[in-house]
Protein backbone atom coordinates (compact mmCIF):
# COMPACT_ATOMS: atom_id res chain seq x y z
CA UNK A 1 0.00 0.00 0.00
CA UNK A 2 0.95 3.34 -0.64
CA UNK A 3 1.81 5.81 2.34
CA UNK A 4 -1.21 8.46 0.66
CA UNK A 5 -3.51 6.09 0.63
CA UNK A 6 -2.96 5.24 4.19
CA UNK A 7 -3.37 8.99 5.26
CA UNK A 8 -6.21 9.45 3.11
CA UNK A 9 -7.76 6.80 4.85
CA UNK A 10 -6.88 8.19 8.24
CA UNK A 11 -8.36 11.49 7.56
CA UNK A 12 -11.56 10.27 5.97
CA UNK A 13 -12.08 8.07 9.41
CA UNK A 14 -11.13 10.97 12.10
CA UNK A 15 -13.14 13.50 10.03
CA UNK A 16 -16.13 10.76 10.39
CA UNK A 17 -15.67 10.33 13.76
CA UNK A 18 -15.20 14.13 14.80
CA UNK A 19 -18.40 14.41 13.08
CA UNK A 20 -19.92 11.87 15.24
CA UNK A 21 -18.68 13.67 18.17
CA UNK A 22 -20.96 16.50 18.21
CA UNK A 23 -24.17 14.71 17.45
CA UNK A 24 -23.48 12.51 20.32
CA UNK A 25 -23.86 16.15 22.42
CA UNK A 26 -26.82 16.23 24.90
CA UNK A 27 -29.26 18.50 23.99
CA UNK A 28 -30.27 21.21 26.76
CA UNK A 29 -33.72 20.66 28.48
CA UNK A 30 -34.74 24.19 28.27
CA UNK A 31 -33.88 26.42 25.78
CA UNK A 32 -31.98 28.96 28.01
CA UNK A 33 -28.45 29.79 29.54
CA UNK A 34 -29.90 27.74 32.26
CA UNK A 35 -30.12 24.65 30.30
CA UNK A 36 -27.13 25.37 28.29
CA UNK A 37 -25.28 26.10 31.50
CA UNK A 38 -26.26 22.81 33.37
CA UNK A 39 -24.52 20.61 30.56
CA UNK A 40 -20.87 22.09 31.19
CA UNK A 41 -19.79 19.17 31.80
CA UNK A 42 -20.89 17.33 28.14
CA UNK A 43 -19.82 20.69 26.52
CA UNK A 44 -16.10 20.46 28.17
CA UNK A 45 -15.97 16.74 27.64
CA UNK A 46 -16.87 17.58 23.79
CA UNK A 47 -13.93 20.45 23.62
CA UNK A 48 -11.99 18.31 25.20
CA UNK A 49 -12.39 15.46 22.89
CA UNK A 50 -12.80 17.13 19.36
CA UNK A 51 -9.39 19.42 20.23
CA UNK A 52 -7.58 16.18 20.97
CA UNK A 53 -8.88 14.48 18.09
CA UNK A 54 -7.88 17.69 15.64
CA UNK A 55 -4.42 17.51 17.63
CA UNK A 56 -4.41 13.91 16.75
CA UNK A 57 -4.99 14.77 13.11
CA UNK A 58 -2.40 17.82 13.10
CA UNK A 59 0.68 15.66 14.36
CA UNK A 60 -0.39 12.77 12.02
CA UNK A 61 -0.04 14.85 9.43
CA UNK A 62 3.39 16.40 10.83
CA UNK A 63 4.89 13.28 11.32
CA UNK A 64 3.96 11.64 7.77
CA UNK A 65 5.34 14.60 6.10
CA UNK A 66 8.88 13.18 4.42
CA UNK A 67 7.96 9.59 5.25
CA UNK A 68 9.32 7.97 2.56
CA UNK A 69 7.93 4.05 3.09
CA UNK A 70 5.50 2.39 5.40
CA UNK A 71 5.27 -1.21 6.47
CA UNK A 72 2.33 -3.90 6.95
CA UNK A 73 2.90 -3.22 10.67
CA UNK A 74 2.45 0.63 9.83
CA UNK A 75 -1.09 -0.30 8.25
CA UNK A 76 -2.40 -2.61 10.71
CA UNK A 77 -1.06 0.03 13.88
CA UNK A 78 -2.81 2.59 12.02
CA UNK A 79 -5.81 0.38 12.22
CA UNK A 80 -5.84 -0.24 15.39
CA UNK A 81 -5.84 3.55 16.49
CA UNK A 82 -8.77 4.29 14.32
CA UNK A 83 -10.48 1.56 15.91
CA UNK A 84 -9.06 3.07 19.36
CA UNK A 85 -10.47 6.68 17.94
CA UNK A 86 -13.41 5.01 16.62
CA UNK A 87 -14.50 4.70 20.17
CA UNK A 88 -14.07 8.10 21.56
CA UNK A 89 -17.33 9.98 20.56
CA UNK A 90 -18.87 6.63 22.89
CA UNK A 91 -16.94 7.19 25.71
CA UNK A 92 -16.92 10.50 25.63
CA UNK A 93 -20.44 10.58 25.80
CA UNK A 94 -20.70 8.11 28.79
CA UNK A 95 -18.43 10.28 30.09
CA UNK A 96 -20.23 13.74 29.76
CA UNK A 97 -23.66 12.13 30.95
CA UNK A 98 -21.48 10.88 34.29
CA UNK A 99 -18.59 13.11 34.75
CA UNK A 100 -17.77 11.95 38.43
CA UNK A 101 -18.08 8.56 37.95
CA UNK A 102 -14.78 6.82 38.04
CA UNK A 103 -15.90 4.16 35.80
CA UNK A 104 -17.34 6.48 32.92
CA UNK A 105 -14.11 8.35 33.52
CA UNK A 106 -11.73 5.25 33.10
CA UNK A 107 -13.34 4.06 30.38
CA UNK A 108 -12.52 7.28 28.69
CA UNK A 109 -8.32 7.37 30.22
CA UNK A 110 -8.38 3.36 28.42
CA UNK A 111 -9.69 4.48 25.04
CA UNK A 112 -6.82 7.82 25.01
CA UNK A 113 -4.67 5.76 26.56
CA UNK A 114 -4.99 3.09 23.63
CA UNK A 115 -4.70 5.09 21.62
CA UNK A 116 -1.32 7.31 22.53
CA UNK A 117 0.11 3.68 22.94
CA UNK A 118 -0.93 2.77 19.18
CA UNK A 119 0.67 6.25 18.00
CA UNK A 120 3.83 5.31 19.43
CA UNK A 121 3.91 1.70 18.11
CA UNK A 122 2.87 2.95 14.81
CA UNK A 123 5.94 5.95 15.10
CA UNK A 124 7.92 2.53 16.12
CA UNK A 125 6.99 0.94 12.54
CA UNK A 126 7.32 4.04 10.78
CA UNK A 127 11.44 4.45 12.35
CA UNK A 128 12.00 0.54 10.98
CA UNK A 129 11.27 1.60 7.58
CA UNK A 130 12.71 4.84 7.28
CA UNK A 131 15.85 3.82 9.26
CA UNK A 132 18.27 5.53 6.10
CA UNK A 133 16.55 9.16 6.52
CA UNK A 134 18.46 10.51 9.39
CA UNK A 135 16.22 13.71 9.09
CA UNK A 136 12.98 11.83 9.62
CA UNK A 137 14.42 9.41 11.78
CA UNK A 138 15.69 12.27 14.14
CA UNK A 139 11.82 13.83 13.91
CA UNK A 140 10.36 10.72 14.44
CA UNK A 141 12.29 9.69 17.92
CA UNK A 142 11.57 13.27 19.27
CA UNK A 143 8.02 13.27 18.71
CA UNK A 144 8.36 9.27 20.09
CA UNK A 145 10.07 11.11 22.99
CA UNK A 146 7.31 13.93 23.65
CA UNK A 147 4.23 10.69 23.57
CA UNK A 148 6.05 8.57 26.14
CA UNK A 149 5.84 11.71 28.31
CA UNK A 150 2.57 12.41 27.25
CA UNK A 151 1.60 8.90 28.17
CA UNK A 152 3.15 8.67 31.54
CA UNK A 153 0.58 11.87 32.51
CA UNK A 154 -2.21 10.04 31.34
CA UNK A 155 -1.49 7.12 33.04
CA UNK A 156 -0.86 9.06 36.72
CA UNK A 157 -4.09 10.73 35.71
CA UNK A 158 -5.33 7.76 35.38
CA UNK A 159 -4.52 6.43 38.29
CA UNK A 160 -5.34 9.60 40.36
CA UNK A 161 -9.04 8.92 38.49
CA UNK A 162 -9.03 5.44 39.65
CA UNK A 163 -8.37 5.86 43.74
CA UNK A 164 -8.66 9.91 44.52
CA UNK A 165 -10.55 11.95 41.82
CA UNK A 166 -12.48 10.57 39.07
CA UNK A 167 -12.46 13.97 36.43
CA UNK A 168 -8.55 13.76 36.79
CA UNK A 169 -7.91 11.81 33.83
CA UNK A 170 -9.47 14.47 31.86
CA UNK A 171 -7.13 17.19 33.36
CA UNK A 172 -4.53 15.33 32.57
CA UNK A 173 -6.00 15.08 28.98
CA UNK A 174 -5.95 18.85 29.15
CA UNK A 175 -2.99 18.88 30.54
CA UNK A 176 -1.06 17.08 27.97
CA UNK A 177 -3.07 18.96 25.28
CA UNK A 178 -1.39 22.12 26.50
CA UNK A 179 2.05 21.32 27.44
CA UNK A 180 3.26 18.24 25.56
CA UNK A 181 1.28 19.66 22.29
CA UNK A 182 1.68 23.00 22.22
CA UNK A 183 3.94 24.38 24.60
CA UNK A 184 6.78 21.40 24.43
CA UNK A 185 7.34 21.28 21.20
CA UNK A 186 8.39 24.72 20.22
CA UNK A 187 10.95 24.23 22.61
CA UNK A 188 12.75 21.21 21.14
Known sequence: ????????????????????????????SEISLKGFLALKENFFAYVLSFFWLGTMWVNHHNEWMGIE?????????????????????YSTSIVSKNFYNTTAQLFYGVIIIAITITVIVTANTLIEVNKMNKYILERLKKRNLLLKYDLIIKIVAFLISAFFY????????????IFVVLVIPKKI
Open 166 to 177: PPAIMIGLFITL
Open 69 to 89: KISVKTVWTTMLTLFFSSLFP
Open 1 to 28: MVKERLVAFFDAVLAIIMTILVLELEKP
